[in-house]
């Protein structure tokens, strides 16, 4: 309950400090008040106001105790780096749950510091996080015990993370469970936008700040070598008939090529070139072998196909089994 205060009055009257006498029967004296017209009567000076008085300075002392409800001073530290020591006027005579005290550091403090108030048991000082505090010289800091799990929590105390210099931009500052840290990375990209596909988004020096590459894709390339298959199947030729012949198949493109030209590992005779744009009508892929001998064959999408991940073309009759090389082009 808050302290009501009294609001006293002097006592006014006509004449102040006038008495008449009376002879009493035993020759005593007994002055009686002769002041006249009581102008204001003033404020008691009695049991039950000077009561009130005495009950208010105790209650304020038995407040300035409860660091529960404030926290005490406790001055500057003494002690080491991980054992300080602190006192308060008054010294509390137990740790109480949320019971809290208001120190400066004299030093930094070391790995795992603890804090012991007056005569009581030293403590562990704690980040809310549960991770030992991180104290710094001349820093203020307010510590309230939690009876849970007995120790003194830092109060305010919001930096956590595992962060290291080499994790954070040069010259940026960070608070991480081991404490301040200053950025030493340093971004060193070298593309600009025309080194980056049109839509696709990148940071180079600035990593606040996304681009997005203009660059036109080109036509896509790729290329292999390959052991051609041990047994043949049925390729349309463009003389109507069906011959039997080895093949590649090759898959894991990511796209459609236009032109394909295969060679044979030892035979430099021997190439066949699968064309998109071939004039003779459907049968697009060309096999030359012994030296100017051609043969063409037809995409039929059964035997010869072409499609956006993969392709199978004819390559040899049986007696020119071997290793082959090929390259497509979108």
């Known amino acids: 309950m ?11 009257v006509e004449r102040p400090r006038t008495f008449k006498f009376q002879q009493n029967a035993d020759a005593s004296v ?16 009695n049991a039950e106001n000077m009561n009130k008085i005495e009950q208010g300075v105790a209650d304020f002392y038995e407040h300035k105790a409860d660091y529960v409800s404030h926290p005490a001073n406790g001055g500057t530290t003494s002690g080491t780096s991980t054992a300080y020591t602190c006192n308060s006027s008054p010294n509390p005579t137990e740790l109480v749950d949320k ?39 001349d820093g203020l800091y307010t510590l309230r015990y939690n009876s849970v799990n007995d120790s003194f929590i830092l109060q305010g105390e919001g930096a956590s993370g595992n962060a290291t210099a080499s994790d954070l931009l040069s010259g940026k500052t960070a608070s991480t469970d081991a404490g301040d840290i200053t950025g030493t990375l340093t971004l060193t990209g070298t593309a600009s936008d025309a080194d980056v596909l049109t839509g696709k988004t990148y940071y180079n020096t600035d990593a ?30 463009n003389t109507g008939s069906t011959g039997n012949y080895l093949y590649i198949a090759v898959n894991g493109l990511n796209f459609k090529p236009s032109r394909i030209i295969i060679r044979k590992t030892d035979d430099p005779s021997f190439e066949c070139i699968y064309d998109d744009g071939e004039v003779n009508a459907d049968y697009k892929i060309k096999m030359i072998y012994t030296f100017n001998n051609t043969r063409y064959f037809k995409v039929d999408g059964t035997s010869a196909y072409i499609t956006n991940t993969s392709f199978r073309l004819p390559v040899t009759n049986a007696t020119l089994n071997g290793s082959f090389t090929w390259d497509a082009y979108e």
């Open 30 to 45: 007994t002055l009686i008040p002769d002041e006249g017209q009581i102008i204001e009567p003033g404020t008691p000076v």
């Open 2 to 12: 808050a302290y009501a205060k009294t609001d006293w009055k002097n006592r006014v």
């Open 99 to 137: 019971i809290g005290i208001v120190i400066t550091a004299h030093v930094d403090s070391g790995s795992n510091p603890t804090i012991k108030w007056g005569s009581l048991a030293a403590k562990s000082i704690k980040k809310p996080n549960g991770n030992a505090a991180n104290l710094k010289k």
């Open 208 to 237: 606040k700040n996304i681009r997005t590459g203009t660059l036109t894709p080109g036509k896509k390339f790729a290329s292999g070598s390959i052991t051609g298959s041990s047994t043949t199947i049925g390729f349309k030729e």
